[in-house]
């Protein structure tokens, strides 16, 4: 087993969740609902889509279920660059 | 001021929002002949797979129509009197209207093969289609799909998913020939097959076999009959201009719109599905029906309609959907010179100007489901295809889009034996040095 590839992953997986967000490619969405349908904590992702706004909710926890879930790769997270 | 809207798609929706950011005064009235008013209907395709329930599919809530002031009615625009400025309903009531703009969209053209009429035989065009749709599939175990393009293949999927046994006809011998490259077809086919969809080349449905008014198979040209509970239908749509055309506003296939979604009558403007506009590229009046640029009409025609002066320019034409399970991106000219033979005219999802015979040469790159394919012209890309992995897809629209002069790479492109998607990474990399995209690896 690749331990150190492990903890690799580990290590870019909590740096997204403490330094990324949630942004839209507005222009590939059609508003179906699937990311508000599954975001665990109910934010309403499809209307950041819409309005072309990163999800910047401090509850988001970056599950990346709406990423995962989204059918047309809307969704992508970014750097939010908070601490650079 | 007084607006009308007819229609509460994407485009009748975004000139509401636009008209309200110029206007707060303003009366908006949004008129739909639709029963289940705003929802997303290319999610109907999610919607049959099971992967969102019904009222998932709504964007706005009540609160969003109370917040920009909307006033919501049920009912048909009949006819459009431009010198009364106003609209007649099928109910007889007829509305006055400063400004009203059409957005009314396209439907699903019918066929008119005998059994047509059966009970069974169905098209995805609305939410309501689409009930009835999960409402058949419990009863039916099997069904014919015939048509091209994604309404088709969306329809072939969401049964599939629902356990129906899926026969899916096409008339040609691949899957949406023009603009799929046959590399691409033979993507999508072999993804049907291993999902248990079965595939029947160069197949033409003559007659849809009945028994006590409903369905019970289908015979083909070459004489075959496969039994069958349902049939689903998608070989194009067409605009709905006859509003227009019988109030004497001018048509060609769509309503004719200037660069201001202006229509031939004072005051009354077009959008979305229901509009023809000029293509930047070819100069030819072109039909789309894709939810982005219907949505940027809708703003463009609700801007001017509240007095400003803005004009609206088509973009490259830009759709990402999903084809058996890959997401696809198709950019600008794509081209290819076969007719698919399942199609009339459009589909949904679709413009014409993919299929404009781009002055250039392909480079691809790719297998199976992570796929590339780029026309490369003089000093530009014109088009490009992304299926599977989507990380190239911003840098291939971008660089369509703008027009960017790609003579650095062109000749590495199509000589260098080096994937185009590595390429095309390092130039994108190079003229964006800023983006900064992560994506979690581990979940």
Redesign the interface.
């Known amino acids: 087993m690749d331990w150190l590839g492990m903890f690799k992953?580990?290590e870019?997986?909590r740096?997204?969740?403490a330094e990324?967000q949630v942004v839209p490619?507005?222009?590939?969405?059609?508003?179906?609902?699937?990311c508000?349908?599954h975001c665990p904590i109910n934010i309403d992702v499809?209307?950041h889509a819409?309005l072309g706004v990163p999800v910047k909710d401090s509850h988001c926890l970056t599950c990346?279920e709406c990423?995962?879930?989204c059918?047309?790769?809307?969704l992508?997270?970014?750097?939010t660059?908070m601490f650079e | 001021m007084q607006y009308v809207i007819l229609g509460s798609g994407p485009a009748g929706i975004s000139a509401s929002e636009a008209i309200r950011s110029l206007d707060s005064r303003g009366e908006i009235t949004l008129i739909t002949d639709d029963q289940d008013g705003y929802y997303s209907r290319p999610g109907l395709a999610y919607y049959l797979t099971g992967e969102i329930p019904e009222d998932g599919l709504y964007p706005f809530q009540a609160q969003d129509f109370k917040r920009l002031q909307i006033g919501m009615l049920k009912g048909k625009a009949t006819r459009i009197q431009p010198e009364a400025h106003q609209v007649v309903l099928q109910s007889g009531q007829a509305i006055y209207y400063d400004r009203l703009l059409v957005a009314i969209g396209a439907q699903a053209v019918t066929i008119q093969n005998p059994g047509a009429e059966l009970q069974g035989v169905f098209k995805l065009d609305t939410l309501e289609n689409a009930r009835q749709i999960v409402k058949m599939v419990r009863k039916g175990k099997a069904a014919v799909v015939i048509g091209g393009g994604i309404t088709a293949l969306e329809i072939a999927e969401g049964l599939r998913a629902r356990g129906v046994r899926v026969h899916y006809f096409l008339r040609g011998d691949r899957y949406w020939a023009n603009v799929l490259d046959e590399q691409e077809s033979r993507i999508v086919e072999q993804r049907l097959k291993e999902d248990g969809v079965q595939l029947h080349f160069e197949t033409d449905l003559v007659e849809i076999l009945g028994k006590g008014g409903k369905v019970i198979g289908v015979r083909t040209a070459a004489g075959e009959v496969v039994k069958c509970d349902m049939v689903g239908v998608a070989v194009g749509i067409k605009p709905r201009k006859e509003l227009a055309q019988d109030s004497g506003i001018t048509v060609e296939r769509g309503i004719v719109v200037d660069d201001r979604m202006g229509t031939s009558a004072p005051d009354v403007y077009a959008a979305g599905d229901v509009a023809e506009v000029r293509d930047r590229v070819t100069g030819r009046f072109t039909l789309r029906s894709l939810w982005t640029p219907a949505r940027v009409q809708g703003t463009t025609a609700g801007m001017n309609m509240a007095g400003e002066k803005l004009h609206y320019t088509p973009g490259a034409p830009f759709n990402v959907t999903r084809l058996a399970g890959l997401t696809t991106t198709i950019i600008g000219e794509v081209g290819s010179q076969e007719v698919d033979k399942d199609v009339v005219g459009i589909v949904r999802g679709d413009s014409e100007t993919w299929r404009q015979i781009p002055d250039a040469l392909v480079c691809q790159a790719g297998f199976a489901a992570n796929h590339l394919r780029l026309l490369v012209g003089e000093g530009t890309i014109v088009g490009g295809l992304v299926m599977g992995d989507q990380k190239l897809s911003q840098a291939v629209h971008y660089l369509v889009e703008r027009q960017v002069d790609v003579t650095p790479i062109r000749d590495q492109l199509l000589r260098s034996k080096a994937s185009p998607a590595d390429i095309l990474a390092s130039f994108w990399q190079k003229i964006t040095p800023t983006t900064k995209t992560q994506t979690p690896k581990a979940r």
Do not use: D
């Open positions: 992953t580990e870019t997986r740096q997204v969740m990324g490619e507005s222009n590939r969405c059609v508003q179906c609902g699937i508000s349908f499809r209307r819409w990346g990423v995962t879930r059918p047309r790769g809307v992508r997270f970014e750097r660059n």
